[in-house]
């Protein structure tokens, strides 16, 4: 991207304004596109103005800092507003025109403006929505191809609605269930740190005038207390950047990011929601596609795209090769190893039936069933860890600080 200066003609006065654009002819219709009055001249700049040099950098901090998804519950109000308005017969391009002057969500705003737009143009709504899928998410772009596609956009919308509000709901029962547990950790972790910080150091110096062997626990616990007190603010500046960088490598390396993935679904309990998260959402969405009438193949392009592990989503990716083949939709599933000997035979009852989008109705309600369930519960899961935790640090402290006290008093007692 290059910085070209423009200057125009606006309301009889001359101005400028500076744009980032590929060519001259980009800038151009840029600014034409901005109703930035009479264009009188276009150049090639290398600097921006302090002023919006400054704005350049506070777009960069807020982007850097500021998640880039749109609220879930504003995002179910515009998506439910368009399903009524749909299904009352007003045409989908008014009714995007209309979420963009009436919604009060500044990035909703930004979104739809640029979708009507866009649709002014003569684009799809897919290929519109497509243009915001870390902003709106894969299971909307899925439902929204699937509402074209079928012509029942009202529909799609209505069933978008609905899961997006599932997924609200089950990300609200996740922060209620844990916060219990992080509380205790927290109260742990602080705890231990002014063990560390406050009282260790008191017998720092009781232990020196001993001279003497000290036991291991004790030694991890001085070893500890050394650290914090010298390096305490460069090891917290340390674990800061390793996040950051771990964070952008794994948002850069393909390989990174699939090695991650599938050791992440053999971790204790977070594998677990993972997994029975995105085949829940998986088989939702190729149930639906396929009771539209969307062949197959298509149908599981479109519903792995919402499959956010690499993994699983490679391993379904398969399925659509197999069927490709002429291998049955039952035996393509089960060279998948993801699901159960027994939705293998429902995949299968309904193949030979004729009724596959019922059972497949039943498999994913089965994967949201397993889903809720382990966030219901996730309390009783993380309780036994919790335990653990507590258990291994109070056990360090107490032998830390009472074994070289007790081996003091049997020497002064022999």
Known sequence: MKLFEVEYIQNGRRQKMTLKANSTSEARSLAAKNNKGMIVKIGETK????????????????????????KVPNLVAVVSQLSVMANAGISIHDSIKEIATSTNDKKLKKIFTSINEDLNQGASLTSSVESFKHELGDVTIAMIRLGENTGNMADSLKKLANILQEVWDNQQKFKKAIRYPVTVICAIIVAFTVMMLMVVPQFREIFEQLNAQLPVPTRILLGIEYAMNNYGFYIIALLIAVGIFAKKFYDKSEEFRTKLDKYLLKVYLIGKIIFYANMSRFNLIFTELVRAGIPIAEALDTANITVSNIAIR?????????????????EAFKE????????????????????????????????KAKFSDIIDNISSYIEPILLVFIACMVILLALGIFMPMWDLAQAVKN
């Open 47 to 70: 600097t921006l103005p302090l002023l919006e040099q400054m704005e350049d950098v506070k777009d960069k901090f807020s982007k850097y800092f500021s998640s880039t998804k749109v």
């Open 336 to 367: 998948t190893g993801l699901y159960e000997n027994m939705l293998i035979q429902m995949i299968n009852a309904g193949e030979q039936s004729g009724s596959i989008d019922s059972m497949l109705e039943k498999i994913a309600d089965y994967y």
């Open 314 to 330: 490679e391993k379904l990716a398969g399925v659509k090769i197999l069927v490709g083949r002429g291998v049955s939709l039952t």
